[in-house]
């Protein structure tokens, strides 16, 4: 068969993957239908997309990219070095509303050379320009199609948008014009199951080929021993962690961050709420990252040291906070047995469960909470710890140095040197209880190939994907 | 009757200008801010005051309050937030699943209700009415959330005679759509026909109990012939009330449902939006769920001067 | 030969039984009557003849129609037979029609359902009918609804549908009890033409001696589910072998002694008043329409007199009975009892309410059914400044309670204990309780039982030689205003059409409509003329 | 006293001593995880087995009793202390402004979908059981409001009312001695009938995660949490729902035995 539907949790609100965070965007366009200089690769390795290749000056501060030929968006008309430097212009515009925004802080300019020729200058060198350039948030769009770009994105993918019934799915085209390796699917529906129930039961009911990022790990099982599906089993971006408001009361004493970092039992967690999947760490680095250092043995389930690291605290009795949980069932599953564990060696967690909008508003903006959980997908994303105004409100100069060193620095060894250290530095500061990586569950019918396992970035790339003879 | 709907329509003008203010303060008051939700925890400061203003929201509440009522008026309901399209395009989209949801749900409500009422009715204090009784007891204490997550188990997971959900859309085809409405639509019609049984049955009751019962049979109409020439159309305007507040429900109410089933219906439109602070989809929304009811109760009306000509002549 | 012949019918509902070896024939063209007081089985009988039993019910003996044994004949054999060989006609017209369905509909359906004849043809005797029973087509058109119609025009209706296929037997429960006098005359007439004219038997059940006496051919007095006297209406009534039939005449006819008048001096005053109700807006914008429901009415009540009030049902009564206690504002006049004004500004004078008392007719609505009776008895010490307490409060209650013929005991009962008759002497003992200077009476005694009536008009009587009562009489029953008032107003249509000493206004009446409702009034012919009658036969 | 009162009142009492016994004793710690130990079926020492935490059900089902009860009393009470009054004054007052005033109040939070409303409720006053109790509570007044004014507009019609004029009480008084005591019965039976709607309403929000949070067990946040899992351990998703439908079933009953023991002429509006 030349097509297959694929399920999501989220629908996501637009098409616009350079206007909004919601990753459901990405998802669906990744790759599918809009590209980037640079992309990521389901091994999360960043390699040539719409640039075929590019010159670093050797003060690091101009790229050249050359771009490749004869690439055409959805629409036809071509695409070419204006259209790069539209774009990104676009994306770090003054009144832009590019959620990363933050990616092209430091470009000073982006200039056509020539149609198939672009140069971007930087004020300071960058180490992670091509990584940066990688993102969803980063791909090239066309002027002309700029205005609709929300509800009919015309990109220079493999696949192009065909239809979109809100509520229910997006049908998305093979792109006979495509510039490079043709897509094998000659067409492919992306279908919003957003309950983890109707998940399990339209994948049982065959009503959908394959879902990504199932939300119900306690199914898996039952799917592993069907002979009809196959279960993928990667890791994602997200450090999933308790997040702790460094700067609250009694949060602000080392000691009481440790005592709950020793109160937490990981394993359970996984157990309990992911059933399983998910790699324990002990620091915010992603664990499939080969500078990562296991760190989970500072943070080991001791509640008796815990309760001890109270005492000397003073808190003896333990004390109360609040504990906010944002929808996904690894935050709310989590919690609760969080709020359980900390209840074992005396510190009342009130469970308060909230919307993303209020997380957004009142834990991540407001900064008013005391614990919370969440999974930070971002891909390296340590260099949040060198914001004191993020919202755990982790304040450390000699951390901030650190990255700061580390952001000059484009030699990959002594990156990783760096990098190693700065993730010793958090876990025994005890910034945050550090709990798991998240795993990425996918499910799909036998016979399906091509599907990334995990998810460097959030996509559902199927350029590559097809179905066994 | 001309002074009597003009007379509600005055009320119901009035129920939705009031309805329109709580509507929109109280959800004003939600926190959340839909701009920087939709930009996440990377953004920047000025990014969201940047999007905020696109899509105006940094002019003041009442102003908001009166552009939108105007709008309303007009036929225009806004942009959505989050979706970037015209709401009134988005409630479109999901009153076509909606509607023929609560529309399917009511007819199969309905067609299992009024037997089962007039039988029992009909059969009072014997075995068959106990029996329907018994059901419709149980009919009523059942979650209907929680008869849908059983009938997916049986009919979708094991026995596959239906899909598990979604909605295919009118373009494959009525069949397609009826076929996955079924689902949702029983499970949404059982405890509705429960009540639906008792009200009918209570009121078939009391109308058997009526003096011109008895004149219907001293005439020679044997039991039945009574029952359904004089009983049946006396017993409906209590039925009618109920059937009205089931549209309604049915309307807005199955968004638990819906959510079961994944079907893109104005319910779990009403639930996404709340929780991504789409708040103008969200006043729309349940501004045109009150207006929907409001119209409902005064067609229940109308109806029930066709029904009862006491009523014609004092309206 | 009979028509309808029953003998020796039991029935029981539940294992109580309740008629007892009932026998009684109805021959062709024969008007029998069956009378009795309330519960005594009158409507039990119909039923029976009917086969429309309350469920549990068990028949025994014969009940046969011409050579149909009833009370074998299977359901569907019942069906053919009711509405064709025997109509019926019930006693609430209000109810007896079904409200969403046309009046031709409903005469037609006899017809139809017996499928006697074609649809047209049924409509045309539907209007036949009609015709007959005194709805002529431009007035009443088939598609008129129930509601449009008065209660008298309703019963013509159900009698229409009875009488739609000619039935052999026709049944009237209290065809009339709920209609005017007026209204019940022409009733009446009605069913004796038709009896008449189709050669129908009528069997009529009535708890009214005085119509009994002028319809029936031959009556039928029952009690506690037996016969007690049957025979020719003459005989019967003249011979009154029975002691019950005896004692029912003499209830219903009860005279009572009222202690003679003092020296008049007015007491209460009523000038001009008027009170208009507000009817809804017929259009949107037109003025709000108004009922003068009490229109320009005066008189006066004195000290220690007893006032009747008499009109039919409508004329606006109770209407102004509201207005005389001062629960309603009056649109024009006054009202001034002891010279003070029943109403003054916008709220009731309390002042004066607390020296009046009133009497419902209803002994089943006018208590609160969760107080007990002294509680009942002693709401109107509300009105009182310093209400009696205690041991004060006992002996009041207690000689309330005795002077209505009570025992003390009663007073911890609950409402629900005591029967129709009793309620209405509570609810006396309850006006007499703060020795009021006048009490309002509204339709006191019509809805008891005849001989439970005579007992409370002896009562009344007794309280008024012992306690010098004044009293306003509102009943539309005429006998009864005859015998309790020294002087009557007759009501009609808000207005007082005529005043006078009571037994100057039933021997003279001036006006047109007082002479009408006196005549309309069917009266029980004194025993002597019976006899004399009986002797002549 | 009728069949239906009897199942009903035993089957309401049973829940009703589960929710009173679960303050002194539960077979476990209701809260206690045992994450090895989890979603087993029931057995000798997990009577109801164990949920998806290792958490104890049986346990975990008295407590929710006490939850759900506890919710849906105080709802009930909100609509009767707010309902009854406002329908005893729009009689006292019937035909005037006020009476009209409170009817069209009635009618507007009768025309707002409830569970929509329920939902934004706790959407924008957080989730959590006082919440849920305030929305479920709100959707009461218009009801008892409505069903007091019905039967008390009747009884002004009654001549005992009128008598109690004559005697000079005003119409406060009159409803307060009067009327509330001939509308009891009423109210008694559709309390118990509310009371069955607010069990199964708030099992509702607690299902789509509103009522009551964590770590108060809730019965319909178990279905919510059990629902993926039925394939696995399907006593999660029968527990709880039995559970639900014998107590709604049960006050069913009774609200129907009531009325019939109570008085067989009452009317309620059972929608
Ligand atoms: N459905 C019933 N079930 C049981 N007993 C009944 C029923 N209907 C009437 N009765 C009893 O049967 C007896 C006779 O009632 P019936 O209606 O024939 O009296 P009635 O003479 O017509 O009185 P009234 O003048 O008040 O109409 C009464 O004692 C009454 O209580
Ligand atoms: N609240 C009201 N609004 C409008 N019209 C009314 C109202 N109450 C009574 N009426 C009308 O006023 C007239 C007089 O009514 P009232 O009750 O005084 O009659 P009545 O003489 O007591 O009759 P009955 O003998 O049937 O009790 C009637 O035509 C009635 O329809
Ligand atoms: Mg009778
Ligand atoms: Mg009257």
């Known amino acids: 068969e030349g097509g297959i539907t694929v399920a999501m949790q989220l629908e996501p609100p637009h098409l616009d993957p350079t206007s909004a965070a919601a990753q459901a965007i990405d998802s669906v366009v990744y790759s599918n239908i809009f590209e980037g200089l640079t992309r990521f690769m389901g091994d999360g390795s960043v390699v040539p997309g719409l640039a075929e290749s590019w010159e670093i000056s050797d003060d690091g501060l101009t790229y050249t990219f050359s771009l490749h030929e004869g690439v055409t968006f959805h629409d036809g008309t071509a695409m070419d070095a204006e259209d790069v430097v539209f774009s990104l212009d676009r994306a770090r515009a003054e009144d832009s509303v590019n959620a990363q925004k933050a990616l092209f802080d430091g470009i000073e300019s982006v200039e056509a050379v020539d149609p198939a020729t672009v140069r971007i200058t930087l004020a300071e060198p960058n180490g992670n320009l091509l990584f940066n350039l990688a993102w969803g948030d980063a791909v090239i769009v066309a002027p002309e199609s700029i205005e609709t770009i929300k509800t009919n994105p015309v990109g220079t993918g493999a696949f192009r948008f065909a239809n979109w019934v809100q509520g229910d799915r997006i049908d998305i085209e093979k792109n006979p014009d495509y510039w490079g390796t043709p897509a094998v699917l000659d067409k492919a529906t992306f279908k919003f199951i957003s ?87 002990g620091t915010h680095f992603a664990p499939h990252n080969p500078a990562y250092v296991d760190l989970t043995g500072t943070s080991a389930y001791d509640p008796e040291k815990s309760k001890a690291l109270l005492a000397e605290a003073g808190l003896a009795d333990g004390f109360e906070t609040t504990l906010h949980l944002p929808p996904p069932s690894y935050a709310r599953r989590g919690g609760e047995i969080i709020a359980a564990q900390l209840a074992e060696v005396g510190i009342k967690a009130e469970i308060i469960n909230v919307e993303w909008a209020q997380w957004l508003e009142s834990v991540f903006r407001g900064k008013n909470f005391g614990l919370t959980i969440v999974s930070h997908t971002e891909p390296m994303d340590i260099g949040i710890y060198a914001r004191p105004d993020y919202y755990f409100q982790y304040d450390n100069p000699d951390f901030q140095a650190l990255m700061d060193t580390l952001n000059r620095t484009t030699d990959p060894d002594k990156r990783t040197g760096l990098l190693q250290q700065a993730q010793t530095v958090i876990a025994e500061d005890f910034v945050n209880g550090y709990l798991f990586q998240l795993a990425n569950l996918g499910v799909a019918k036998v016979g399906l190939e091509g599907l990334w396992a995990n998810a460097p970035t959030a996509a559902i790339d199927l350029t590559a994907v097809s179905w066994a003879q | 009757m001309l002074r009597y709907s003009l007379k509600r329509l005055l009320s119901l003008v009035i129920s939705l200008a009031v309805a329109s203010l709580v509507i929109f303060f109280v959800i004003e008051v939600a926190p959340g801010d839909p701009a920087s939700f939709m930009l996440g925890i990377n953004a920047q400061p000025d990014t969201v005051a940047a999007l905020r203003s696109e899509l105006g929201l940094d002019v003041p509440k009442w102003q908001r309050y009166l552009d939108w009522l105007g709008g309303m008026l007009t036929g225009d309901f806004g942009t959505s937030y989050t979706y970037r399209t015209p709401v009134s395009d988005m409630v479109a989209e999901r009153v076509k699943v909606s509607l023929p949801l609560a529309l399917y749900a009511l007819t199969l409500s309905t067609a299992l209700a009024f037997p089962a009422g007039i039988y029992a009715a009909a059969r009072r204090g014997r075995p068959g009415d106990m029996a329907v009784m018994g059901a419709t007891q149980l009919g009523v204490a059942i979650p209907n959330f929680w008869f849908a997550m059983m009938l997916v188990l049986v009919f979708a997971i094991n026995l596959r005679w239906f899909g598990a959900g979604g909605f295919p859309g009118w373009d494959n085809g009525v069949w397609a759509g009826l076929h996955a409405l079924t689902l949702p639509a029983i499970s949404l019609a059982l405890p509705q026909a429960a009540i639906l049984a008792r009200v009918m049955r209570s009121s078939l009751i009391d109308i058997l109990g009526e003096d011109f019962m008895r004149t219907a049979r001293a005439k020679g109409l044997s039991r039945r012939q009574a029952l359904w020439r004089h009983g049946v159309r006396n017993a409906l305007i209590p039925v009618l009330t109920i059937i009205g507040l089931q549209f309604s429900f049915l309307l807005a109410g199955a968004i638990i449902i819906e959510q079961v089933f994944y079907l893109p219906g104005l319910g779990r439109l009403v639930f996404q939006s709340i929780s991504s602070r789409d708040l103008i989809v969200v006043e729309s929304v349940v501004m045109l769920l009150v207006f929907a009811v409001i119209v409902v109760n005064f067609l229940v009306d109308l109806a029930y001067a066709v029904v009862d000509p006491r009523l014609r002549a004092r309206t | 030969m009979s028509l309808l012949e029953i003998s020796d019918l039991n029935l029981s509902i539940l294992g109580t039984p309740i008629l007892r070896d009932m026998s009684l024939t109805v021959a062709p ?330 009497v419902f007719q209803d002994p089943f609505g006018s208590f609160n059914p969760r107080h007990r009776v002294d509680r009942l008895v002693t709401e109107p010490f509300h009105l009182l400044d310093d209400p009696p307490k205690g041991a004060d409060r006992q002996r009041v209650i207690d000689e309330a309670l005795t002077a209505v013929g009570l025992k003390p005991a009663d007073a911890l009962k609950y409402i629900h204990e005591f029967s129709g008759g009793q309620r209405q002497r509570i609810a006396i003992a309850r006006a007499l309780i703060i020795r009021p200077d006048l009490i309002l009476f509204d339709e006191a005694v019509s809805a008891l039982d005849v001989s439970v009536r005579a007992q409370i008009l002896d009562l009344l009587a007794e309280l008024c030689a012992a306690y010098a009562l004044t009293y306003l009489f509102i009943s539309h029953d005429l006998s009864v205003v005859r015998t309790v008032t020294d002087r009557v107003l007759v009501m009609k249509s808000g207005e007082i059409v005529e005043q006078g000493d009571t037994e100057t206004v039933f021997t003279d009446p001036q006006h047109p409509y007082t002479r009408d409702l006196i005549a309309a009034a069917p009266v029980l012919p004194d025993r002597e003329s019976l006899k004399r009658m009986a002797y002549h036969d | 006293m009728s069949r239906n009162l009897l199942i009903g009142g035993a089957l309401s009492s049973l829940v009703l001593l589960a929710a009173l016994l679960s303050f002194a004793w539960t077979p476990f710690d209701h809260a206690a995880m045992d994450i090895p130990a989890k979603l087993q079926p029931p057995g000798a020492t997990h009577w109801f087995g164990t949920d998806h935490f290792g958490r104890d059900m049986f346990s975990m089902i008295m407590v929710g009793a006490r939850t759900s009860i506890t919710v849906a009393l105080v709802a009930v009470g909100i609509g009767i202390a707010l309902g009854v009054p406002l329908g005893l004054a729009a009689a006292a007052r019937r035909g005037s402004w006020l009476d009209e005033l409170i009817m069209r109040g009635n009618d507007l939070v009768f025309a707002f979908p409830s569970l929509v409303i329920a939902i934004l409720i706790t959407a924008v006053f957080g989730a959590g059981a006082v919440n849920a109790i305030i929305a479920i509570g709100i959707f009461n007044i218009p009801v008892f409001a409505r069903i007091t004014r019905g039967a008390a507009l009747s009884l002004w019609e009654r001549d005992f009312i009128l008598a109690a004029q004559v005697a000079g009480k005003g119409s406060a008084r009159i409803s307060a001695e009067h009327i509330l005591p001939n509308v009891l019965n009423l109210l008694i039976v559709q309390g118990t009938i509310q009371f069955s709607l607010a069990i199964l309403a708030e099992a509702g929000l607690s299902y789509v995660g509103l009522g009551a949070q964590p770590p108060t067990p809730s019965w319909g946040r178990m279905l919510a949490d059990a629902q993926t899992m039925v394939g696995l351990a399907p006593h999660l998703a029968l527990v709880p729902g039995v559970a639900i439908i014998l107590t709604v079933l049960g006050l069913n009953l009774m609200g129907d035995g009531l009325r019939d023991w109570l008085d067989p002429r009452l009317r309620v509006a059972r929608t």
């Open chain 1, 195 to 281: 309950d983890p129930t109707a998940a399990f039961a339209a994948m049982m009911a065959e009503d959908i080929d394959a879902f990504a990022g199932f939300p119900a790990p306690e199914n898996l099982p039952q799917f592993e021993a069907d002979p009809r599906f196959q279960v993928l089993v990667g890791s994602t971006e997200g450090e999933t962690i308790l997040s702790i408001n460094n700067k609250q009361p009694p949060f602000d004493d080392i000691k009481v961050r440790e005592a709950i970092a020793h109160a937490i039992d990981r394993q359970a967690i996984i157990d309990g709420a992911m059933f399983g999947y998910g790699t324990p760490i």
């Open chain 3, 29 to 358: 063209g024969e008007i029998v009557a069956v009378t009795g007081e309330s519960g005594s089985g009158k409507s039990m009988t119909a039923f029976t003849v009917m086969q429309l039993l309350p469920p549990f019910a068990r028949t025994a003996g014969s009940v046969r129609l011409s050579e149909t044994e009833l009370l074998d004949a299977s359901e569907p054999d019942m069906c053919a037979i009711r509405g064709q060989r025997v109509g019926m006609v019930f006693q609430e017209p209000m109810t007896a029609l079904n409200p969403v369905r046309t009046i031709g509909q409903q005469v037609a359906e006899t017809i139809l359902v017996h499928k006697a004849m074609s649809p047209d043809r049924a409509e045309e005797r539907a209007r036949e009918v009609l015709d007959r029973v005194g709805l002529p087509a431009d007035r009443f058109p088939l598609t008129r609804y129930p509601h449009e119609l008065s209660g008298g025009q309703r019963q013509r209706v159900v009698i229409a549908m009875a009488i739609a296929l000619r039935p052999e037997l026709l049944i009237a429960d209290e065809p009339t009890t709920a209609l005017d006098v007026t209204t019940q005359a022409q009733i009446l007439d009605l069913l004796k033409g038709l009896v008449a004219d189709f050669g129908m038997g009528l069997l009529m059940i009535t708890h009214d001696l005085a119509v009994v006496a002028d319809m029936a051919d031959r009556i039928v007095v029952m009690r506690h589910g037996e016969v007690v006297e049957t025979g020719p209406t003459r005989q019967l009534l003249a011979a009154m072998k029975h002691p019950y039939t005896r004692m029912l005449f003499e209830a219903s006819n009860h005279q009572v002694a009222l202690p003679p008048l003092p020296e008049p001096a007015p007491l209460l005053e009523v000038r001009n008043v008027v009170r208009d109700y507000r009817l809804p807006r017929r259009k949107l914008l037109a003025p709000a329409g108004h009922f003068r429901a009490v229109n320009g009415v005066s008189f006066t009540l004195n000290r220690g007199e007893r006032l009747g009030l008499v009109g039919e049902s409508g004329c606006g009564k109770s209407t102004l009975t509201r207005a005389l206690l001062g629960l309603e504002q009056v649109q024009g006049g006054e009202i001034l009892l002891d010279g003070e004004p029943v109403f003054s500004g916008h709220r009731p004078n309390l002042a004066v309410r607390r020296k009046m008392q009133v």
